[in-house]
């Protein structure tokens, strides 16, 4: 959908163009995951895992930051349009309430007229309702209850419509029927009441001597409890002593047993160690060469396997170590005999261009150069710095 505004200030809106962009977006951020998902790094020494890792994260982090600049450039004609289309439908509004012949003065002009109606009708409603307001209080005053729907008294029972309807010769009779009415009611009142009185005076009396024998079984029956509840706590809580040195036990039991482990395996692979083999933890294991002795046989062998495993894996490196001496011996002279050669051709040739002076110099350059020995004393630090002199002395120039 392609909107514009008639005006040429707004820019061309194509959705369907924005949200094919968007999905090409997730598609494109999806395959680059799915690329990514499986890379790792398996450790510090993993350089080419983490590089890889580290040029994922170059190709996803400017695209994760350009986004919000995206963002704005897309919404902009969107917010553009709809702050144009707001603002003409307040236009719109003003036109229609403002100005002659529009709503606001219209309403004016009605609502001056439904004022004064309005005020007239008030007038009467509220001279009325005092005229029902001031019955309703003398008949309340006379006895009468209201609650809620009528106001009643005995089986005498009066609705508001009954009140505001009946003219002033029957609502004096009413209102002389309720006072006789609420008179008689007074009286068997009183004497309702003073029957009340005394009965609540007798039961009052029971209740207190109830109340205090129930008092007495219960005082009984919390101090059952409570000594109930002391023997209950002294229980729980033997138990849960002897709950806690079980615990104790066999943490100390499984704390050896480690401890015993650790021993094996600090003192067993020193043994390794010492043999020259070094710890291989991708394999979790001691290796020289193809010698190979794993930590779950250091950590499981008996003594005497352990014993006899150690001297095999002595006997097996002493033979590769012997053989690569052997090989490294024999290289070593070959390439010693060979650079001995080579040197004295060498320094033939070079001795054979130089002069005996050169010769000379080349002498007393090589005894310059020895290094001094330290000296404590005075006396022979002197004979020293007088044996260098004398080098430098006679260095032909």
């Given at each position: 959908m392609e909107t514009t505004a008639n005006n040429g200030q707004l820019a061309v809106i194509d959705q369907k163009k924005?949200?094919?962009?968007?999905?090409?977006?997730?598609?494109?951020?999806n395959d680059l995951k799915l690329g990514y998902k499986d890379l790792k790094i398996e450790g510090p020494e993993d350089k080419a895992g983490y590089e890889l890792v580290r040029a994922a994260i170059g190709v996803l982090r400017p695209k994760r930051t350009g986004l919000e600049t995206e963002r704005k450039s897309v919404v902009k004609p969107y917010n553009d349009t709809v702050k144009f289309i707001n603002g003409e439908y307040e236009k719109i509004t003003d036109l229609i309430t403002d100005g002659p012949g529009g709503e606001t003065e219209l309403k004016e002009k009605k609502e001056s007229i439904d004022n004064i109606v309005a005020k007239q009708k008030e007038e009467e409603d509220r001279i009325a309702e005092q005229k029902i307001n001031t019955r309703i209080n003398e008949l309340i005053a006379a006895g009468m209850v209201f609650d809620g729907n009528w106001y009643s008294i005995g089986e005498m029972t009066l609705g508001i419509a009954d009140i505001r309807t009946m003219s002033d010769n029957q609502f004096a009779n009413t209102l002389q029927m309720v006072d006789d009415k609420s008179q008689k009611i007074a009286a068997e009142k009183k004497r309702l009441e003073d029957i009340a009185a005394k009965e609540k005076t007798d039961k009052e009396a029971a209740d207190k001597a109830e109340r205090e024998k129930f008092e007495r079984k219960k005082k009984e029956f919390d101090d059952q409890q409570?000594?109930?509840?002391?023997?209950?706590?002294?229980?729980?809580?033997?138990?849960?002593?002897?709950?806690?040195?079980?615990?104790e036990a066999e943490m100390k039991e499984k704390q050896a047993e480690q401890n015993r482990i650790n021993d094996l395996i600090k003192n067993r692979s020193a043994v390794l160690v010492g043999l020259g083999m070094k710890y291989n933890q991708q394999g979790d294991t001691y290796s020289f060469e193809e010698v190979e002795v794993s930590t779950h046989w250091i950590t499981t062998a008996t003594e005497g396997a352990w014993i006899e495993?150690?001297?095999?894996?002595?006997?097996?490196?002493?033979?590769?170590?012997?053989?690569?001496?052997?090989?490294?011996?024999?290289?070593?002279?070959?390439?010693?005999?060979?650079?001995?050669?080579?040197?004295?051709?060498?320094?033939?040739?070079?001795l054979a261009g130089l002069s005996d002076k050169q010769r000379m110099q080349e002498y007393i350059d090589a005894l310059y150069n020895v290094p001094t020995p330290p000296m404590t004393t005075k006396t022979w630090k002197a004979k020293v710095g007088t044996v260098r002199d004398f080098i430098s002395d006679n260095r032909p120039a």
């Open positions: 924005d949200l094919v962009h968007l999905n090409e977006l997730v598609t494109e951020i409570e000594a109930f509840k002391k023997q209950q706590d002294y229980m729980k809580a033997q138990q849960d002593k002897l709950d806690a040195d079980r615990r495993s150690v001297q095999d894996t002595t006997n097996k490196i002493a033979t590769k170590k012997e053989v690569a001496a052997k090989f490294l011996e024999a290289q070593q002279a070959k390439e010693k005999k060979d650079k001995a050669f080579a040197d004295a051709l060498v320094e033939k040739e070079r």
